[in-house]
């Protein structure tokens, strides 16, 4: 193990340089490298930006390359998992402001570019019905809420774009959740069917069987991705 001791003192009697020489010796005794770094010993002058146009002083570079090579190589090999658990962290815990910073940057790109804006989903309309879907489900505070808009689309592709409830085909089919929102069910592949706007205004926000309606397409969506995934 290599440790850096140094005190922030430059005093010559200081109390901290004495206690860092002792430090040093002590980590030396149990077997393993100290470096003892005198600042003293270093010509590191305030803060000087005149100084810094004229380049790094040089005890400054020295200063910098002993504190990284003491630190650096232990912390290398975990600095990738410290980052990605930050992240997840920070993710988790910002889970509506950053939601709202997308909404925030999505609305002024679509303000400043109109003619874009009128065209954005002409060629994916399975996009903006996913993402209703998601902020709905989001408003509900649902435990599962990860319907993506490309599970919608296989989901359409697999139902052969008709509606679960009365088979009519159609290209204007919409997100209908078996179980609803209001009862606790999932924003989820497993827990949505296409359905037609007259049958989803239909049901409503009870269960099939609640509305008493039945499925006329049957599609086992979790054996359908089994096959898909032995395939």
């Known amino acids: 193990m290599k440790i850096l001791v140094f005190a922030g003192s430059t005093r010559q009697q200081s109390f901290n340089r004495r206690l860092a020489a002792e430090a040093a010796a002590m980590v030396r005794a149990a077997g393993s490298e100290a470096t ?8 590191i002058p305030m803060y000087n930006a005149d100084l810094e146009a004229r380049g790094t002083p040089s005890d400054v570079v020295r200063l910098k390359r002993t504190y990284k090579q003491a630190w650096l190589p232990r912390l290398k090999p975990i600095i990738p998992t410290m ?4 992240l997840a962290r920070w993710m988790a815990k910002n889970q509506a402001r950053r ?4 909404a925030a940057s999505l609305r002024r790109w679509h303000a400043a570019n109109p003619a874009a804006s009128r065209t954005w989903y002409d060629g994916a309309p399975e996009i903006p019905l996913a993402l209703r879907q998601a902020r709905r489900a989001d408003a509900a505070s649902v435990a599962v809420n990860d319907l993506s808009p490309d599970e919608w689309k296989w989901l359409l592709d697999t ?8 088979g009519q085909p159609g290209d204007r089919l919409t ?5 609803p929102l209001s009862q606790g069910g999932h924003n989820t592949l497993s ?3 296409p359905a037609c706007r007259t049958c ?8 099939p069987e609640e509305a008493r309606m039945g499925f006329v397409v049957h599609v086992n969506v979790i054996h359908h991705l089994e096959q898909i995934a032995l395939i």
């Open 191 to 193: 827990n949505i069917v």
């Open 175 to 179: 997100p209908d959740h078996v179980t």
């Open 159 to 166: 139902f052969e774009h008709r509606c679960a409830y009365c």
């Open 83 to 86: 980052l990605d658990e930050g």
């Open 99 to 102: 939601r709202a910073y997308l």
């Open 200 to 207: 989803n205004v239909r049901k409503g926000a009870r269960t």
């Open 36 to 43: 003892l770094l005198e600042l003293a010993d270093l010509d």
